[in-house]
């Protein structure tokens, strides 16, 4: 046995025995929130995935229990089956894969549609880690196939130990476009029509390549003629037979293969205990680029060296937030949201190259996508100025390519925008991100393209509705921009969720002014600061809520269900607190503090907020603002504790890319940020006895300490608080005193401290 081979399984040992001090990357649980089941009747799991690969992953790679869409992940953890060992870009549930393939090992007769090749498997021999993925797989003969995966950014390593079989095969599927799923999420009549998937066997190479041209989203987004998911895929045993397949029909020693459900397949005798190594590499340019991404990623690597690297990159990624005094399920759960912050955005760069799907080109450069910006820009994008700063600069430069290559910043692209949500919030996170030091993009280009996101409707503004999802006509930004800055809102006889709309443009309206101002361009700043107050156009004061106005200046009148049009994905309570950029302005609005805290205390106490989904996700801090910040620290404990656990069903509503995630982490740490581009956090309680976070800003090594002194179950509540040992007499924190502090303390206590405020 080889000496690193002898070490690894030694590290297994350790780990799981533990019989050594844990790492942070060992409490991470990617299982977490992969359920499909919510937390109640009806409401959705955590659309997660146990994807295995390095922080920000192009190509995630994950064992496929089911056929996913939009609306269904790859894997679900109810699910008994595993039908193939996917290379995915599926970045959650309601969005879509795109450029995948799978590899499925099999012994007996060939079976090659999922349903078909289908294996069983069980959870107790299961075991998934950010770097590793095992599974013991039921054969039709009581025997079983081990498979595993290890993986860098691009391409991966599996290896599947086969038992003694005549008959052993690998399943490899290029594209699969399945009639059967078509629902009203998901439309395959045209890619069925347009689309062909390659396939390429090889036998003097023991290797396969193709492409995969598939979107799922591509129904919601523009034409790609040469988008395509290329991939290379390589054996280390020689394969006796081989064949392609398309849909039922087996084509044996076929060597090439196009069609919309195909693949192809190669089989081998094997004996007991057989190792076998497949290593895929993916691309977005070119197969030969996919070559290239192997030799740059797994040259001189082998199974257990991949686990490795990618273990340790995990390790120094999660270890600049160290945890103590925490539980050990606290410590997963904790490590386990840091995990889901880290996955996305994407990358979407190859090595000083990338594939736009703005343009349809390749560029020079590097690049980043599936941006879930209407979830992101509140929690995520905050959180990665402390996690990975480094990458910050790189993450706005490819909003700014995709503004330069389509003509519009991105809203949600998969991989090409879709118009999915509403608001232009790369507009807040360009800002928020200039506000607090960042200067490594074109600041110049960036204004240029907020300004036009907040002040140049779409082409067909006042002629389209803008319904979620609707077909694509073109860049949507902020639909009904016409009617927000003419008659002061998007009425709801024009535009869709208009309510929401109006609400969430002001807040892009802010951050853009303080972009502008930043800037020294203060007639804008002026401007747009005006722009920014336009919610109040909406607010009804008999009844107490933003509702939906017609284009002649009527409120209008509920719905036959009994409510109002014009939200996203909420009512009138959703967006009641929506303005997060004013509070001051919200609470004057509705009559000062004591009648804003009155209408939050409603809010809470009718089950009006929702914490499994993001408009809502700063409304617990805003008793800092009304002066009962004590009513914030309760809030903080009781939704941090009640929203995430250590299972399968462990995230209160779909992750979003990571920002159900970042809530948690703020929501721990004590601070969060309410407003973006404010530069100021609010102060919420911390959970945990102290939290060290080491980050980089302005060019140094930054060491910020958290320290909740007393804290305990009973003791919730902040007594005083101090940064570097001066008194913090306010409920807010801004970013300057973070990154030039040292260490900030809380003393907790079991009753609220009624003049700390």
């Known amino acids: 046995m080889k000496k690193n081979s002898i070490l690894f399984c030694l590290l297994l040992f350790i780990v799981s025995n533990g019989f050594s001090q844990k790492q942070e990357v060992d409490y991470v649980n990617p299982l977490i929130g992969t359920a499909a089941t919510g937390f109640a009747k009806g409401l959705d799991?955590?659309?997660?995935?146990?994807?295995?690969?390095?922080?920000?992953?192009?190509?995630?790679?994950?064992?496929?229990?089911?056929?996913?869409?939009?609306?269904?992940?790859?894997?679900?953890?109810?699910?008994?089956?595993?039908?193939?060992?996917?290379?995915?870009?599926?970045?959650?549930?309601?969005?879509?894969?795109?450029?995948?393939?799978?590899?499925?090992?099999?012994t007996g007769k060939l079976r090659v549609l999922p349903k078909e090749r289908a294996l069983t498997f069980s959870h107790e021999n299961e075991k998934s880690t950010p770097y590793y993925y095992s599974v013991l797989l039921n054969t039709n003969h009581n025997q079983h196939i081990k498979s595993e995966i290890a993986a860098s950014s691009r391409c991966a390593i599996l290896q599947f130990t086969f038992p003694a079989s005549q008959d052993a095969h690998i399943i490899i599927q290029g594209i699969d476009l399945n009639p059967e799923l078509k629902d009203w999420a998901n439309d395959y009549d045209q890619r069925i029509k347009t689309l062909r998937g390659y396939v390429k066997v090889n036998k003097a190479k023991n290797e396969i390549t193709g492409?995969?041209?598939?979107?799922?989203s591509a129904q919601i987004g523009p034409a790609l003629p040469n988008f395509k998911g290329y991939f290379v895929i390589q054996f280390d045993k020689p394969f006796q037979s081989f064949g392609t397949w398309d849909g039922d029909t087996i084509n044996p020693s076929s060597l090439e293969q196009y069609g919309t459900r195909m693949g192809a397949y190669i089989g081998f005798e094997t004996k007991e205990g057989e190792k076998i190594h497949v290593r895929i590499a993916t691309s977005f340019i070119s197969i030969d680029q996919a070559r290239k991404n192997l030799a740059m990623e797994l040259n001189g690597k082998n199974f257990n060296a991949l686990v490795q690297s990618t273990r340790n990159v995990w390790q120094k990624s999660l270890e600049r937030f160290k945890v103590k005094g925490v539980t050990e399920d606290q410590k997963t759960i904790f490590y386990t949201a840091l995990f889901h912050t880290m996955q996305f955005p994407r990358e979407m760069s190859e090595y000083g190259k990338y594939y736009s799907a703005f343009d349809?080109?390749?560029?020079?450069?590097?690049?980043?996508?599936?941006?879930?910006?209407?979830?992101?820009?509140?929690?995520?994008?905050?959180?990665?100025?402390?996690?990975?700063?480094?990458?910050?600069?790189?993450?706005?430069?490819?909003?700014?390519?995709?503004?330069?290559?389509?003509?519009?910043?991105?809203?949600?692209?998969?991989?090409?925008?879709?118009?999915?949500?509403?608001?232009?919030?790369?507009?807040?996170?360009?800002?928020?991100?200039?506000?607090?030091?960042?200067?490594?993009?074109?600041?110049?280009?960036?204004?240029k393209a907020v300004w036009k996101d907040v002040m140049v409707p779409p082409v067909d503004d006042t002629l389209l509705k803008y319904g979620d999802r609707d077909l694509w006509t073109g860049y949507e930004a902020q639909a009904g921009l016409t009617y927000f800055k003419r008659i002061g809102y998007v009425p709801v006889d024009k535009t869709a969720e208009s309510v929401s709309r109006t609400i969430e443009y002001c807040v892009d309206d802010y951050a853009a002014a303080q972009l502008a101002k930043a800037l020294g361009k203060t007639n804008d700043y002026k401007q747009l600061l005006r722009l920014s107050k336009n919610y109040k156009n909406l607010y009804n004061p008999s009844l107490g809520f933003m509702l939906p106005r017609k284009s002649d200046g009527a409120f209008d009148s509920k719905n036959e269900k009994g409510g109002w049009d014009g939200f996203t994905e909420g009512d009138?309570?959703?967006?009641?607190?929506?303005?997060?950029?004013?509070?001051?302005?919200?609470?004057?609005?509705?009559?000062?503090?004591?009648?804003?805290?009155?209408?939050?205390?409603?809010?809470f106490?009718?089950?009006?907020?929702?914490?499994?989904?993001?408009?809502?996700?700063?409304?617990?801090?805003?008793?800092?603002?009304?002066?009962?910040?004590?009513?914030?620290?309760?809030?903080?404990?009781?939704?941090?504790?009640?929203?995430?656990?250590?299972?399968?069903?462990?995230?209160?509503?779909?992750?979003?890319?990571?920002?159900?995630?970042?809530?948690?982490?703020?929501?721990?740490?004590?601070?969060?940020?309410?407003?973006?581009?404010?530069?100021?956090?609010?102060?919420?309680?911390?959970?945990?006895?102290?939290?060290?976070?080491?980050?980089?800003?302005?060019?140094?090594?930054?060491?910020?300490?958290?320290?909740?002194?007393?804290?305990?179950?009973?003791?919730?509540?902040?007594?005083?608080?101090?940064?570097?040992?001066?008194?913090?007499?306010?409920?807010?924190?801004?970013?300057?005193?973070?990154?030039?502090?040292?260490?900030?303390?809380?003393?907790?206590?079991?009753?609220?401290?009624?003049?700390?405020?």
């Open 605 to 757: 106490s009718g089950h009006h907020y929702r914490h499994d989904n993001e408009p809502g996700h700063h409304y617990i801090y805003l008793y800092d603002y009304c002066g009962e910040p004590w009513k914030t620290q309760e809030l903080v404990r009781k939704h941090t504790t009640e929203n995430y656990r250590n299972q399968p069903i462990g995230i209160n509503g779909n992750e979003d890319c990571g920002q159900m995630a970042a809530w948690y982490i703020f929501g721990v740490m004590g601070f969060y940020p309410v407003a973006p581009a404010s530069g100021v956090y609010a102060i919420g309680a911390p959970q945990f006895p102290e939290i060290t976070m080491h980050f980089m800003a302005g060019g140094k090594e930054r060491v910020f300490d958290i320290v909740a002194k007393n804290l305990s179950e009973q003791n919730k509540y902040i007594q005083k608080v101090s940064l570097d040992g001066k008194p913090l007499n306010t409920a807010f924190i801004s970013h300057q005193q973070i990154i030039n502090g040292h260490q900030l303390v809380f003393e907790m206590g079991p009753d609220p401290n009624y003049n700390w405020k």
């Open 211 to 216: 492409y995969n041209p598939d979107r799922m």
């Open 360 to 447: 349809d080109k390749v560029h020079s450069g590097n690049s980043y996508t599936d941006f879930s910006l209407w979830d992101t820009y509140r929690a995520l994008h905050p959180l990665l100025i402390f996690t990975h700063p480094e990458r910050v600069n790189s993450i706005i430069t490819a909003m700014l390519q995709m503004y330069k290559e389509g003509g519009r910043l991105p809203m949600w692209p998969n991989p090409a925008e879709t118009n999915i949500m509403i608001g232009t919030h790369a507009d807040d996170v360009i800002a928020d991100a200039y506000i607090k030091g960042f200067r490594g993009f074109d600041a110049g280009l960036a204004y």
């Open 572 to 603: 009138q309570w959703t967006y009641a607190f929506g303005a997060m950029h004013d509070v001051p302005g919200m609470i004057a609005m509705m009559g000062g503090k004591e009648k804003f805290a009155a209408k939050l205390d409603e809010n």
């Open 45 to 106: 799991g955590g659309g997660t995935m146990p994807s295995v690969g390095p922080p920000f992953a192009m190509t995630n790679f994950v064992a496929q229990t089911g056929e996913s869409k939009m609306s269904r992940m790859n894997y679900y953890y109810e699910d008994d089956h595993i039908i193939g060992f996917l290379a995915s870009h599926q970045p959650t549930v309601w969005m879509g894969d795109y450029g995948y393939v799978s590899v499925m090992p099999q």
